[in-house]
């Protein structure tokens, strides 16, 4: 079955960065459309980032130019880099999956999810 396992989450100051990782098994990460969600505390989980099998990369407004994602293909795993942080930015980062579909942006076009990997930002 497929299994996603965020890590890298933690506590830092704004300004900082982190690295989350997403270690997939169960499916082929250059293969699936992969994304980063992410829930704060009372909000809608929205979108923060996807890869598609093709290399294409999509970002929201609030992350562009300061998050990256990436894969490593031999290590079946999906990044997501994220400098300047910033506060508001604080939320649980959930990895998710899907075989198909053009829609990136939108939880329910994702059949696979991880547990979350909770990040805070300081002030």
């Known amino acids: 079955q497929v299994q996603l396992v965020e890590s890298g989450g933690g506590l830092v100051q704004a300004g900082d960065s982190l690295r989350l990782s997403c270690a997939a098994s169960g499916l082929t990460v250059s293969t699936y459309k992969m994304a980063w969600f992410r829930q704060a505390p009372g909000l809608e989980r929205e979108f923060v980032s996807a890869l598609f099998f093709s290399g294409r990369t999509y970002y929201s407004d609030s992350v562009k130019g300061r998050f990256t994602i990436t894969r490593d293909n031999a290590k079946n795993t999906v990044y997501l880099q994220m400098n300047s942080l910033k506060p508001e930015d604080t939320a649980i980062y959930y990895c998710?999956?899907?075989?198909?579909?053009?829609?990136?942006?939108?939880?329910?076009?994702?059949?696979?999810w991880g547990q979350g990997t909770q990040v805070t930002v300081s002030s």
């Open positions: 998710a999956a899907d075989w198909s579909g053009s829609t990136y942006n939108k939880a329910e076009a994702y059949d696979h």
